[in-house]
């Protein structure tokens, strides 16, 4: 679960990390009283969206020369201005895609005198099984790019989980962002406190892009991008209360009531598949035979009927799918349960897509009579590899 930026700097500044005053509005009328509030004479004005790249970004309503998702403001008119110009229109970032999301907050944060703009995020290391920082001394920039261009500016500090952030840890982040004085004695009680709250709040992300060192020598946590674990948010629910159901796709909403693991995807070929691994590998071979996958969908290993047939509804709610794929391997789940939900499925909202189906596994023999007993108009494959012909040759004509 991802979370808006003055949502994630106020969790962080409840650790007792540096991060700037800010005021979050969601109507225009409340920006000069929230401009007012704050020192000044600087402010910045951010678009609140679940993307990246907000400030080279574009706003659609406003054209190819609009101004960005994060504006610098001198004066409290100035941040009037750019508020009206910014809510509710459409923003499009190199992680929205050409869709954009729309804007229905900002954050109104006062300015900081920056020096150095460094990068820092936390993630788990699944090389070395821990929790680790990567750091750069290249922040603000995508740090796609950094390692793409020069790892070499790239540094990644795993942490002991049960020693914590060590003072050796400490001395190796400050060395690698060029950390002295101050800066450093500042690095010595943040490293530790982000790591708290990431282990604590059971975070699978948090990346501060940038960290600055100001003009005084002090650091401050200039931007926040914080993503949780969604398997332990039955621990938090503060954290459940962050959520904006506003930025998420409203099929993803829906799986999520039924427990499934459903990301919605730019193709057109919906997929039902049991199993993380096997789902991948069921996009991978519609790839390689020249399609696009519509979704990432695993039922999981104990779904029932009416998780199945739920599935199925949210596949076939989606607009882009020209064509459905049924991939199962029947362990813990059997084939007879998958199509029996498959045909409650296609009986109650129709099927106006080609279907192929392809079972293997427990009851697969029960599976497939099932299917075949249907009456439905379904496609039956053998194997993974015949599954992805056929549903690539019936959408393409």
Do not use: W
């Not at 993307?51 to 574009?58: C, D, I, P, Y």
């Not at 697969?364 to 299917?371: N, Q, S």
Request: glycine share 10%; charged share 25%.
């Amino acid at each position: 679960m991802n979370i808006h930026e003055y949502q994630a700097k106020q969790l962080l500044k409840g650790f007792g990390a540096p991060v700037a005053d800010g005021v979050a509005i969601m109507d225009a009328a409340e920006a000069e009283k929230a401009a007012k509030s704050l020192p000044g004479p600087l402010y910045v004005v951010k678009s609140q969206i679940h993307a990246g790249g907000r400030g080279k970004g574009k706003f659609k309503e406003l054209g190819p020369d609009s101004k960005g998702g994060v504006r610098l403001a001198k004066s409290v008119e100035e941040v009037v201005a750019n508020a009206r110009e910014m809510l509710g229109n459409t923003l499009e970032t190199k992680q929205t895609g050409p869709a954009g999301k729309q804007v229905n907050r900002l954050y109104i944060e006062d300015g900081a005198d920056i020096a150095r703009e460094l990068y820092l995020s936390i993630l788990v290391d699944r090389t070395v099984g821990r929790v680790a920082f990567v750091v750069s001394t290249e922040g603000g920039m995508d740090i796609e790019a950094v390692a793409e261009e020069t790892p070499e500016k790239i540094v990644t500090v795993a942490i002991d989980p049960e020693a914590g952030v060590t003072a050796a840890d400490v001395a190796t982040l400050n060395k690698a962002l060029k950390l002295d004085g101050d800066a450093a004695k500042d690095g010595a009680g943040l490293f530790p406190l982000l790591y708290k709250a990431f282990v604590e709040k059971d975070m699978s992300l948090l990346e501060v892009n940038p960290l600055i060192v100001m003009e005084n020598g002090r650091l401050r946590v200039l931007d926040a991008k914080v993503s949780f674990d969604n398997n332990a948010l039955f621990r938090h629910p503060d954290v459940m209360e962050l959520r904006d159901t506003t930025e998420e796709d409203e099929k993803e909403i829906e799986a999520s009531k039924h427990d499934l693991a459903y990301i919605a995807l730019d193709g057109d070929i919906g997929c039902m598949v049991n199993g993380a691994g096997l789902a991948m590998a069921t996009m991978d071979i519609i790839k390689l035979y020249g399609a696009s996958p519509a979704n990432f969908l695993d039922v999981g290993g104990g779904a029932s009927k009416e998780k199945v047939t739920a599935a199925f509804k949210i596949i076939t709610a989606d607009p882009a799918v020209k064509g459905i794929l049924v991939n199962i391997f029947g362990g813990i789940m059997k084939c007879d349960v998958i199509a029996e939900g498959v045909v409650a499925a296609v009986k109650e909202v129709g099927l106006k897509v080609p279907l192929v189906v392809r079972l293997e596994g427990t009851n697969v023999e029960k599976g497939k009579k099932i299917i075949d007993e249907s009456g439905l108009n379904v496609i039956s494959a053998d194997d993974l590899d015949d599954a992805a012909q056929k549903i690539v040759k019936a959408v393409k004509g």
